[in-house]
């Protein structure tokens, strides 16, 4: 083989191996890059999760405080309506006596 030629293969060997290694860097630093976007979306989905989570326990928490005075308010009312008329029937019988 030529002596030239043998040179000039080699160099351009060199230049392919080093060109490889630089693709093959861009590619992994590229592939951490992602890794890493995707574990900081992970964590802040995550993160939203858990307070839309929060928001909502709360909120179901304060609804059902609400329905349980409601009810209780409801009770006491019934009860204050049946006295009334317990009272009212107590007076009427009293008087047709």
Do not use: C, G, Y
Not at 55 to 64: G, I, P, Y
């Amino acid at each position: 083989m030529n002596p030239d030629s043998k040179l000039l293969l080699d160099e351009m060997n060199r230049l392919f191996n080093e060109q490889k290694t630089q693709i093959e860097h861009r590619f992994a630093e590229s592939d951490r890059k992602l890794e890493e976007r995707l574990t900081n979306s992970s964590r802040d989905l995550d993160q939203r999760f858990s307070e839309v989570d929060n928001a909502f326990t709360k909120r179901l928490t304060e609804v059902n405080d609400n329905i349980s005075k409601r009810f209780t308010d409801s009770d006491l009312n019934w009860e204050r309506r049946i006295t009334d008329s317990e009272i009212r029937q107590n007076a009427l019988i009293t008087e047709a006596e």
